[in-house]
């Protein structure tokens, strides 16, 4: 139960070399601090048998260049993103919506997906449900914009 694994490479070659001696699928819940990650832990990382992916954090709009050289070094290791990687969309609130839109489509242009998550100690307003309902259920968030989706739902 790290939360930064990344930060201590020793410690996270040490528990990626038992998983993959062992075969143990993987899932790291708490998500990889991707500014860590340079081109042996993306090597790495293709390494590891995973359970439900490769989990990352985009929280603030402003890393986006790093969001988008993380994924292309992800693309680069063979890491199929598509399938396997997912980036944390954090939506603070009402005020943090059209950021959480646009990190959403940056992620989707880069072939990646989002899981937007809320603060579980505020009222999700209908948008922000309808945005988490998009993003997070993979068919509707590759066969719609939220702006088709919201047509429909909001």
């Known amino acids: 139960m790290d939360n930064n694994i990344l930060f ?3 410690w ?3 528990v990626t070399d038992f998983c993959i001696d ?3 699928k993987t899932w790291f819940t708490q998500g990889f601090d991707a500014r860590l990650m340079d081109r042996d832990v993306a090597d790495r990382l293709k390494e590891l048998p995973v359970y439900k992916g490769l989990f ?3 929280d603030n709009v402003d890393d986006e260049d790093i969001v988008r050289e993380k994924i292309e070094l ?3 290791s063979g890491i199929n993103t598509r399938r396997d ?3 944390y969309v954090y939506c603070g609130g009402e005020y943090d919506y059209d950021s959480a839109v646009y990190r959403c489509r940056v992620l989707k242009s880069l072939n990646t997906n989002p899981f937007v998550m809320f603060n579980i100690d505020e009222t ?3 948008k922000i449900n309808a945005l988490r309902r998009w993003a997070n259920r993979k068919q509707l968030f590759w066969t719609c914009d939220i702006s088709e989706y919201n ?4």
């Open 12 to 14: 996270f070659y040490s």
């Open 124 to 126: 999700p307003t209908k």
């Open 8 to 10: 201590d490479k020793e």
């Open 74 to 76: 992800l693309k680069s």
């Open 22 to 24: 062992n075969n143990l």
């Open 85 to 87: 990687v997912i980036f």
């Open 151 to 154: 047509r429909k739902s909001v």
């Open 56 to 58: 990352f954090a985009w």
